[in-house]
């Protein structure tokens, strides 16, 4: 029944759009179906993949997928890596012709910067590349190759997260293709119930087929990454300065990731690596509020006064299209010691787990994003109010290439991530939200949010979408 559907649904849109339909075999189709971060989705293969040219096409392949009862997934830069969720076996909606930049006169005060507009089909570093030239930047992701789709529906964390908050607060426009195969616009004063809800909501309510952002001028920050070995002495430095640097006056300049990183092939039987991704936006050399993280002894320092679009090369190893990933991702709050124990439980559990039996040139990672107070609060769906506290976002992250491993690694990466999160419940610092773009399937990220924020969103939903098309047809997380 599924292959008949896609069969006609595959008919029909190479009769309306031929030049937008790719089937296996063909080079444009590899080529397209090569761009998945988790090799896992590209071995799914589609049926047919359809890369629309604009919004008014994005419509109307959706009204006949909608008509046609027809799974079908979309993708932007395909790096979200959870199974299935940016691929289908039927047909993938691909964005990738929809990579327009373009520089718009702020509509308010004199001397504000421009807001940007790009289609949902780009990359962060072609939005950086447009930017940089002007001295401007805008709140994406800390890597070039990560697409713009997945990052701002589900929110984003940038560089610049401590004053901003979710990445998804500088948008001021969405342009939206329905199911019912029209095209809307949604901002401030236009279709506002669904302007909150795609700043986090995801793929819910339509194909966002471009976003407009507020641009800010910066031409030169700090950063980059300095890399230390992950003994119990550095390990406590460093979440000591992780659990202070999202505690009271924070400065809202300073960004800082902390991932830590295992595999035999690097590491021997030894420590983990630390990798303290930092950033401090404006041209100040080693920030006071960064002190606690340059005091660690560092094996290697990348840090540098430089660009927003230099500063997103950095991640060169973790970016490519070449091998499996998954994530498993939790938050809470509580303290340095408990962060500890939970660094220390993850490498031990991982190391008894047959990881690297499964496959030798597996490697895992865990790593911690701090939610201040700006990502508690802002306007979109994330928002969980004022009297929210901080929390950490942590997220275990496993790549390998072997694809029998794929099944094995999964299940080691569940029954590890169950016992990580009983240490904060047990601790009483358990906090139910967990972040989309870095979680898997089970981490339901909008089962976290209250009840009422679940509410609305299955409202605008139903506003928007009253078939059910995003709700029964694609993949992602959902709202029931
Ligand atoms: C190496 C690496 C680095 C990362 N760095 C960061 C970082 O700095 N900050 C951060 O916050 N996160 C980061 N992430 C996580 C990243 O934000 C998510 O994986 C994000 O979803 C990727 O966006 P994408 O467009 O590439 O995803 P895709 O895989 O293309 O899409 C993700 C989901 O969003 C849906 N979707 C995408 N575009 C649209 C659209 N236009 N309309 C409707 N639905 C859509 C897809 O269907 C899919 O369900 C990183 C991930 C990796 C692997």
């Not at 997260?161 to 195969?181: I, K, N, P, Q, R």
């Not at 992950?230 to 992780?242: D, M």
């Not at 500890?340 to 597996?362: C, E, H, N, Q, R």
Request: with cysteine; aromatic share 10%.
């Amino acid at each position: 029944m599924g292959d008949l559907l896609h069969t006609q649904a595959i008919e029909t849109l190479s009769r309306a759009f031929p030049h937008a339909v790719l089937r296996p075999g063909e080079p444009r189709y590899e080529e397209e179906n090569g761009r998945f971060w988790n090799q896992d989705n590209a071995d799914v293969r589609p049926a047919g993949i359809v890369a629309p040219g604009d919004a008014d096409e994005t419509a109307k392949i959706l009204q006949v997928l909608s008509d046609t009862k027809t799974p079908f997934a979309i993708r932007s830069g395909g790096y979200m890596p959870v199974p299935g969720f940016n691929t289908s076996p039927s047909i993938l909606i691909s964005l990738s012709r929809l990579t327009y930049v373009s520089l718009l006169p702020s509509p308010s005060q004199d001397g504000e910067t421009p807001l940007v507009k790009f289609g949902a089909g780009n990359t962060w570093g072609r939005i950086y590349d447009a930017l940089s030239p002007h001295g401007l930047v805008v709140p994406g992701a800390r890597s070039r190759p990560i697409g713009v789709g997945g990052f701002l529906l589900y929110g984003g964390v940038s560089h610049f997260y401590a004053s901003v908050g979710w990445a998804c607060e500088a948008v001021t426009e969405f342009e939206v293709a329905l199911a019912s195969g029209i095209v809307v616009t949604a901002n401030a004063t236009q279709n506002a119930d669904l302007f909150w809800a795609l700043k986090g909501g995801g793929a819910n309510f339509g194909v966002v087929t471009s976003f407009t952002m507020r641009t800010r001028k910066l031409k030169k920050l700090w950063g980059g990454v300095r890399v230390a070995v992950g003994t119990q002495l550095t390990a406590l430095q460093v979440f000591t300065a992780l659990h202070e640097g999202i505690q009271g006056d924070v400065d809202e300049k300073a960004h800082v990731e902390v991932i830590t990183f295992y595999s035999p092939e690097t590491c021997g039987s030894g420590d983990a690596l630390f990798v303290l991704s930092l950033a401090y936006a404006a041209e100040v050399e080693n920030p006071v509020a960064l002190k606690g993280f340059l005091d660690i002894e560092a094996v290697s320092d990348g840090t540098r006064m430089t660009t927003q679009r230099d500063l997103a090369e950095d991640d060169k190893v973790n970016v490519g299209y070449d091998k499996r990933g998954l994530f498993r991702a939790f938050s809470y709050r509580g303290s340095a010691e408990l962060t500890l124990d939970i660094y220390s439980t993850y490498y031990a559990l991982v190391k008894a787990s047959g990881l690297f039996d499964a496959d030798p040139s597996a490697m895992a990672a865990l790593l911690w994003l701090p939610a201040g107070r700006n990502l508690a609060a802002g306007t979109g769906v994330m928002a969980l109010g004022e009297e929210a506290e901080p929390y950490l976002s942590c997220s275990i992250c496993m790549r390998w290439s072997d694809p029998s491993a794929s099944a094995r690694i999964h299940a080691i990466a569940d029954s590890i991530a169950e016992k990580l999160k009983k240490k904060p419940r047990d601790a009483g610092a358990f906090v139910t939200f967990t972040y989309g773009n870095i979680a898997g399937v089970q981490d339901q990220t909008f089962s976290g949010l209250p009840e009422k924020t679940r509410r609305r969103l299955s409202d605008v939903a139903r506003n928007y979408d009253p078939e059910g098309v995003f709700q029964t047809q694609v993949p992602g997380f959902k709202l029931a």
